[in-house]
T-cell receptor
Framework: AQSVTQPDIHITVSEGASLELRCNYS??????LFWYVQSPGQGLQLLLK??????LVQGIKGFEAEFKRSQSSFNLRKPSVHWSDAAEYFC?????????????FGDGTTLTVKP | DAGITQSPRHKVTETGTPVTLRCHQT?????MYWYRQDPGHGLRLIHY???????DKGEVSDGYSVSRSKTEDFLLTLESATSSQTSVYFC?????????????????FGEGSRLTVL
């Protein structure tokens, strides 16, 4: 069965600092990988996704993520954080042998941005 | 924004009562899902649908049933609500798997339905 681990429950960074959110997955083959963001009281919005090809993927709002097969990781990065990035971030993995919409989510990382 | 509407957005009910949550989409997407979100647990899949009248269980389906009589509507029913079903419920839709022939596989979420069972 597929699974996702987000080791950091809560991260605090200063505005303008760089950000890296960690995600490790477990899946028997090359997975589909996603990062979603959730603002308070809202649904989730897709930031970026990896299906195949270039292992460095670009997303919305200046985010990027790198798929590292050897480390089973898909870490999310942003070079300079803005106060509006404060939210909860979820990594998700979808199986290739079935509907990728049956995604398994990590428990989430809450990002706080200090002024 | 994807056209997904959940109703009701907030509901308080008592243990033992039936509850139905509705998800309505205007995107004509084939796949629809119900997730629940609880602190420390991320999102967990309850049930999903891959077409009209085609549904299957997710990882936390006990105590829940679903129905999909039209492409645009996916109903989640709690036959007899319990306090452990207090949660925020999210509907999501997808246009298919990640293969290029079938769509992106990404999920589009509704804004959630907060259910409190007293």
């Amino acid at each position: 069965a597929q699974s996702v681990t987000q080791p950091d429950i809560h991260i605090t960074v200063s505005e303008g600092a760089s950000l890296e959110l960690r995600c490790n997955y477990s899946y028997g083959a090359t997975p589909y990988l996603f990062w979603y963001v959730q603002s308070p009281g809202q649904g989730l919005q897709l930031l970026l996704k990896y299906f195949s090809g270039d292992t460095l993927v670009q997303g919305i709002k200046g985010f990027e993520a790198e798929f590292k097969r050897s480390q089973s990781s898909f870490n999310l990065r942003k070079p300079s954080v803005h106060w509006s990035d404060a939210a909860e971030y979820f990594c998700a993995v979808g199986a290739r042998d079935t509907n990728a919409g049956k995604s398994t989510f990590g428990d989430g990382t809450t990002l706080t941005v200090k002024p | 924004d994807a056209g997904i509407t959940q109703s009701p957005r907030h509901k308080v009910t008592e243990t033992g009562t039936p509850v139905t949550l509705r998800c309505h989409q205007t995107e004509n997407h084939r796949y629809m899902y119900w997730y629940r979100q609880d602190p420390g647990h991320g999102l967990r899949l309850i049930h999903y649908s891959y077409g009209v009248k085609d549904t299957d269980k997710g990882e936390v389906s006990d105590g829940y049933s679903v129905s999909r009589s039209k492409t645009e509507d996916f109903l989640l029913t709690l036959e007899s609500a319990t306090s452990s079903q207090t949660s925020v419920y999210f509907c999501a839709i997808s246009d298919g798997t990640g293969s290029s022939a079938q769509g992106t596989g990404e999920l589009f979420f509704g804004e959630g339905s907060r259910l409190t069972v007293l």
